[in-house]
């Protein structure tokens, strides 16, 4: 079984940064996401603004199969896979834009840049003290253990995004309650339309 998978470095199965915002770029308005938008796998709702008053680091571009991955303060944990991003989205210049390329499934990259091995050596080679952060060259010389058929990729993938599918929807459902919830209390405790309110005295 070992000898299907390789220890390879990120620099062979990923391009970075492949995307930035030029002249073509077609879109007057952005959704803008900057390191505080991003957590362990999710992102927050983007920012929206005119281009004309974005904060100079809102540049990288993403697209289907990217992942983002902040350089700051590593051991945060900041990434995030986009299955469907839009045409106007641009990042800040504090995340990473990884592209895979045809030696690995993109989603089996997010799988390995999710792992707490890879998280440690990011927090073990980030340089600074107070504003500790990795750059490209760091990222680009980790090594990672892949399957060396895309099969084997494919099939590790199906199962954790199996997974990852079940934690949304319940994630959706806790929402969903969480919303139904506040409803409640702000008809009741705020608005004093509680059921029977009609025949009390307030």
Do not use: C
């Not at 994630?171 to 405790?189: D, H, P, Q, S, V």
């Amino acid at each position: 079984m070992k000898s299907s998978w390789e220890k390879i470095k990120m620099r062979k199965i990923a391009d970075l940064n492949p995307y930035k915002i030029t002249k073509e770029f077609r879109f007057e308005t952005i959704e803008y996401l900057d390191i505080s938008s991003v957590g362990s796998g999710y992102i927050t709702k983007p920012k929206i603004m005119k281009l004309s008053e974005a904060p100079s680091r809102a540049k990288r571009l993403v697209n289907d199969g990217n992942i983002i991955l902040s350089t700051v303060r590593p051991n945060r944990r900041s990434f995030y896979f986009f299955k469907h991003a839009k045409d106007n989205l641009v990042v800040s210049t504090g995340f990473a834009v990884l592209q895979a390329k045809k030696k690995v499934i993109p989603k089996f990259l997010y799988y390995l840049i999710n792992d707490y091995k890879f998280t440690g050596y990011l927090t073990k080679s980030a340089k600074g003290s107070a504003y500790p952060a990795v750059d490209e060259e760091i990222i680009n010389n980790a090594i990672l253990s892949i399957p060396k058929e895309l099969k084997e990729q494919r099939k590790i993938t199906s199962i954790l995004s199996a997974y990852d599918e079940l934690i949304e929807n319940n994630n959706r459902r806790i929402g969903i309650l969480e919303e139904m919830a506040e409803t409640i209390y702000k008809e009741w405790f705020v608005h004093f339309r509680y059921p029977g309110h009609e025949k009390d005295k307030m």
